[in-house]
């Protein structure tokens, strides 16, 4: 079975921009869950997606996006990049239906730099 | 609101050790999951253990053991023997029961010595 992807693996952006990015779940896979990573924070929840619909939130701002496909695959999305929004974005996939959660499955993440 | 904490920031041991890992966690909820990660130096996590609240029985996977405790709100994780390959950043995570939102501690790097 394959694992969990994301594209792109790295990315330089200038701040004031947007960035989109992406994640295909392992096949079967419903639940989509984005991860913030940086040295200071740590692993910080963004937000979760099951059936196209965003289930769960972390406390992130409203610049920080996502959605959603009916093939479970997800994007996320930042506007108007800020320096501090430099990190690894980690998406992972798990089962997410009742009785969960589940463990989750990790893609590589994305290098996000923002300069 | 919940909290994972990881009060060991790095440990070192030398090959053939044992070493544990602590996990206290914080929750008011009465029904929750507990889960490890690994993260190795090629980066990504890999899950290694998942716990419900309800079950406190210890589990053992080779060299890989689980001591929860209810009682001390703690998951602690011991390594047997520990080899180089053990290297890595392990995470403690929590989650309330029914919601995909997991909370992960800082981390653990360890570091195994040759």
């Known amino acids: 079975k394959a694992g969990v992807t994301q594209t792109p693996r790295y990315l330089i952006k200038t701040r004031g921009q947007q960035v989109t990015l992406s994640c295909s779940p392992i096949?079967?896979?419903?639940?989509v869950s984005w991860y913030q990573q940086t040295p200071g924070q740590g692993l910080q929840f963004l937000f979760e997606?099951?059936?196209?619909?965003?289930?769960n939130k972390g406390n992130f701002p409203g610049r920080f996006s996502g959605r959603q496909f009916s093939n479970s695959r997800s994007e996320m999305n930042v506007s108007t990049l800020e320096l501090g929004d430099s990190a690894l974005y980690l998406c992972?996939?798990?089962?997410?239906?009742?009785?969960?959660?589940?463990?989750?499955?990790f893609g590589p993440g994305t290098r996000l730099t923002v300069t | 609101a919940q909290k994972v904490t990881q009060a060991q920031t790095e440990i070192s041991v030398v090959e053939k050790e044992d070493v544990t890992l602590d996990c206290v966690y914080e929750t008011r909820d009465t029904t929750y999951y507990l889960f490890w990660y690994k993260q190795p130096p090629s980066g990504e996590l890999v899950f290694l253990i998942r716990?419900?609240?309800?079950?406190?029985q210890n589990e053992i996977s080779g060299r890989y053991s689980w001591n929860f405790q209810k009682s001390t709100s703690s998951f602690n994780f011991t390594i047997t023997a520990s080899q180089v390959v053990d290297s890595a950043v392990y995470f403690c995570a929590l989650s309330e029961a029914g919601y995909q939102k997991v909370t992960f501690g800082t981390g653990t790097k360890l570091q195994v010595i040759p």
């Open positions: 997606y099951f059936s196209e619909t965003q289930r």
């Open positions: 096949s079967g896979h419903r639940s």
């Open positions: 716990r419900n609240s309800f079950d406190e």
């Open positions: 992972a996939s798990s089962l997410g239906t009742s009785g969960g959660p589940y463990e989750q499955y």
